[in-house]
């Protein structure tokens, strides 16, 4: 069994960045769909957003932050091009020199809107070729897809809040 | 009581005195962090035989020359603990005794009225042996427990395991060390390894609670473990599963262990999207076996790139057989 590809959205990004061991993923989303939404492809510092979103939530830089405050990061702080603060390749050690250079360029902001869950909606979006962030639970079969790139779950691999760092009650 | 204290101090400085003159603290930390008594029994040349004794943990004999008998009917633990006493009894010049169970119903450091003597010296001896300060030192730093944590059963339970020694007879050596105070201590002692066990495996069952559990985490990295056949293992790691890395558990020999738990836990804000979480995979040995565990974390799709390794050693042989110790043996064989 294959993947049907109905709608692509692909060619509105850039090429997939690799977080590493870092708890950014809300960040990284956030931010290539932001710069997705911009002409042409420049990818956004999505250090810059995670930076603020952390700090709106008063969350240290090892743990995950919130769609509330990402979205008001995106919001209220916006984003330079990622060169402007270029991304860590791990967590700050000291929390105290984590802050943004103290000059960077122009910086965009975008005001990203919390949806209610629904597949219709999600599918609805897409078709309109809008850039779209889906939260969701995974489990450990998400990791592994078949050579098809299909992920097939063992029946009694039921999703898992915690398989990819997900809150209990997702968006 | 003031010749008891001056039993007690007479027994503990001659512990220590053994432990400068072999060279045991450097080899001690250096090794697992634990101070093998069988290993300086044959190095001091005292023979020490197991055998199954009756109503007997252990015996010190000096006609026609010194040597130590020890039970096989108990675990690894009691037998370290009485090897320990015989040493003392060794050490400290004392006449010939057979050692019944009262040496582990005694607390260490401890003496009433009418106690003998020697059985005080011995006891106190065994415990200043086999859990000196400086070993409670060295676990501390390595597991990151601060003095509070050893309030807790627990963690003293978890130090009973790597130092060898047993729960009850760690507890009042800690009170001896003035680490926790004499409440705390009868708490803790009122509290079964039974209780502590239940609690580190949850919601799963055992057949029986003989072997233990131990906690493992990253500090356990390199560590050497010696345990017994059935002993469990509860590893807690931290995991990336935020960013794809996840802890492979296939390199667990499914022939020598059983999976009886995974699960994810997470103290992070519920909120929190993409927070690293703690996986607790708990596993039972199926027998007596010897080998290392190697745990690692990493992306499915990335094998070759490791972000964290847990490796440990293992010795799941258990309690001593009959005849001479297993390190007795190994040094024999070498010079044979």
Same mark, same amino acid.
């Given at each position: 069994?294959?993947?049907?590809?109905?709608r &692509?959205l %692909?060619?509105?990004?850039?090429?997939?960045?690799?977080?590493?061991?870092? $708890?950014?993923?809300?960040?990284?989303?956030?931010?290539?769909?932001?710069?997705?939404?911009?002409?042409?492809?420049?990818?956004?510092?999505?250090?810059?957003?995670?930076?603020?979103?952390?700090?709106?939530?008063?969350?240290? $830089?090892?743990?995950?932050?919130?769609?509330?405050?990402?979205?008001?990061?995106?919001?209220?702080?916006?984003? $330079?091009?990622?060169t402007?603060w270029?991304y860590?390749?791990?967590?700050p050690?000291?929390?105290?020199?984590?802050?943004?250079?103290?000059?960077?360029? $122009?910086?965009?902001? %975008?005001?990203?809107?919390?949806?209610s869950?629904?597949?219709?909606?999600?599918?609805?979006l897409?078709?309109?070729?809008?850039?779209?962030?889906?939260?969701?639970?995974?489990? &450990?079969a998400?990791?592994?897809?078949?050579?098809?790139?299909?992920?097939?779950a063992?029946?009694?691999?039921a999703p898992?809040?915690?398989?990819?760092?997900?809150?209990?009650n997702?968006? | 009581?003031?010749?008891? +204290?001056?039993a007690? /101090?007479?027994?503990?400085?001659?512990?220590?005195?053994?432990?400068?003159?072999l060279?045991?603290?450097?080899?001690?930390?250096?090794?697992?962090?634990?101070i093998?008594?069988?290993?300086v029994?044959? /190095?001091l040349?005292?023979?020490?035989?197991?055998?199954?004794?009756?109503?007997?943990?252990?015996a010190?004999?000096?006609?026609?020359?010194?040597?130590?008998?020890?039970?096989?009917?108990?675990?690894?633990?009691? *037998?370290?603990?009485?090897?320990?006493?015989?040493?003392?009894?060794?050490?400290?010049?004392?006449?010939?005794?057979? !050692?019944?169970?009262?040496i =582990?119903?005694?607390?260490p450091?401890?003496?009433?009225?009418? !106690?003998?003597? *020697?059985?005080?010296?011995?006891?106190?001896?065994a415990?200043?042996f086999?859990?000196?300060?400086?070993?409670?030192?060295?676990?501390?730093? #390595?597991?990151?427990?601060?003095?509070?944590a050893?309030?807790?059963?627990?963690?003293?339970? *978890?130090?009973?395991?790597?130092?060898?020694?047993?729960?009850?007879?760690?507890?009042w050596?800690?009170l /001896?060390? /003035?680490?926790?105070?004499?409440?705390?201590?009868?708490?803790?002692?009122?509290?079964e390894?039974k209780?502590?066990?239940?609690?580190?495996?949850?919601?799963? #069952?055992?057949q029986?609670?003989?072997?233990?559990?131990?906690?493992?985490?990253?500090?356990?990295?390199?560590?050497r473990?010696e345990g017994?056949?059935?002993d469990h293992f509860?590893?807690?790691? #931290?995991?990336?599963?935020?960013?794809?890395?996840?802890?492979?558990?296939?390199?667990?020999?499914?022939?020598?262990?059983?999976?009886?738990?995974?699960?994810?836990?997470?103290?992070?804000?519920?909120?929190?999207i993409?927070?690293p979480?703690?996986?607790?995979?708990?596993? @039972?040995? +199926?027998?007596? @076996?010897?080998?290392?565990?190697?745990?690692?974390?990493?992306?499915p799709?990335?094998?070759?790139?490791v972000?964290?390794? =847990?490796?440990?050693r293992?010795?799941?042989?258990?309690?001593?057989?009959?005849?001479?110790?297993?390190?007795e +043996?190994?040094y024999r064989?070498?010079?044979a």
């Amino acid at each position: 069994m294959g993947v049907a590809v109905l709608r &692509d959205l %692909r060619p509105l990004f850039g090429a997939i960045r690799d977080q590493g061991a870092r $708890p950014t993923c809300l960040a990284f989303a956030a931010s290539d769909c932001h710069a997705a939404l911009r002409d042409g492809w420049t990818p956004l510092s999505c250090e810059f957003a995670f930076y603020h979103a952390q700090r709106r939530a008063g969350l240290s $830089p090892h743990t995950g932050s919130t769609l509330e405050a990402m979205l008001a990061a995106l919001r209220e702080d916006g984003q $330079p091009i990622e060169t402007d603060w270029p991304y860590l390749a791990a967590s700050p050690a000291d929390f105290s020199i984590w802050t943004p250079p103290s000059r960077v360029g $122009p910086v965009y902001r %975008r005001a990203g809107k919390r949806r209610s869950d629904g597949f219709d909606e999600i599918l609805a979006l897409l078709e309109a070729d809008q850039p779209t962030l889906v939260l969701m639970m995974l489990s &450990d079969a998400f990791y592994s897809p078949d050579s098809d790139g299909v992920v097939i779950a063992p029946t009694n691999e039921a999703p898992d809040p915690l398989s990819c760092g997900r809150p209990r009650n997702p968006e | 009581m003031t010749d008891y +204290r001056a039993a007690i /101090r007479r027994a503990t400085l001659a512990a220590a005195r053994l432990h400068r003159d072999l060279g045991i603290e450097a080899r001690a930390t250096r090794e697992n962090g634990r101070i093998d008594v069988f290993e300086v029994v044959a /190095r001091l040349a005292v023979p020490l035989l197991f055998k199954p004794l009756d109503g007997l943990l252990g015996a010190y004999l000096r006609d026609p020359a010194p040597g130590v008998l020890v039970t096989t009917k108990r675990s690894l633990s009691v *037998q370290r603990f009485t090897a320990a006493h015989e040493l003392g009894h060794h050490q400290l010049g004392h006449k010939p005794t057979l !050692d019944d169970e009262t040496i =582990l119903r005694e607390a260490p450091f401890a003496a009433h009225a009418g !106690d003998d003597l *020697q059985e005080v010296e011995a006891n106190a001896f065994a415990a200043a042996f086999l859990l000196p300060r400086w070993l409670v030192t060295w676990h501390c730093e #390595r597991q990151g427990w601060k003095t509070v944590a050893l309030h807790y059963p627990e963690t003293v339970y *978890q130090l009973a395991l790597r130092a060898g020694m047993s729960y009850t007879a760690t507890c009042w050596t800690l009170l /001896r060390y /003035r680490i926790i105070g004499r409440s705390t201590a009868q708490k803790l002692v009122e509290i079964e390894p039974k209780t502590i066990k239940k609690k580190l495996l949850g919601v799963f #069952r055992p057949q029986n609670y003989y072997g233990d559990v131990w906690l493992l985490t990253e500090r356990d990295a390199g560590l050497r473990i010696e345990g017994g056949p059935s002993d469990h293992f509860v590893m807690c790691v #931290r995991e990336h599963s935020n960013a794809g890395y996840l802890w492979s558990i296939e390199t667990l020999a499914p022939d020598g262990f059983a999976l009886i738990g995974d699960a994810r836990e997470s103290r992070e804000p519920e909120e929190a999207i993409g927070a690293p979480v703690t996986r607790r995979i708990t596993a @039972q040995s +199926r027998r007596t @076996q010897t080998g290392e565990m190697c745990l690692v974390e990493r992306r499915p799709w990335q094998p070759n790139h490791v972000l964290n390794t =847990l490796k440990v050693r293992y010795d799941l042989s258990g309690a001593e057989g009959e005849g001479w110790s297993r390190i007795e +043996r190994r040094y024999r064989l070498e010079t044979a």
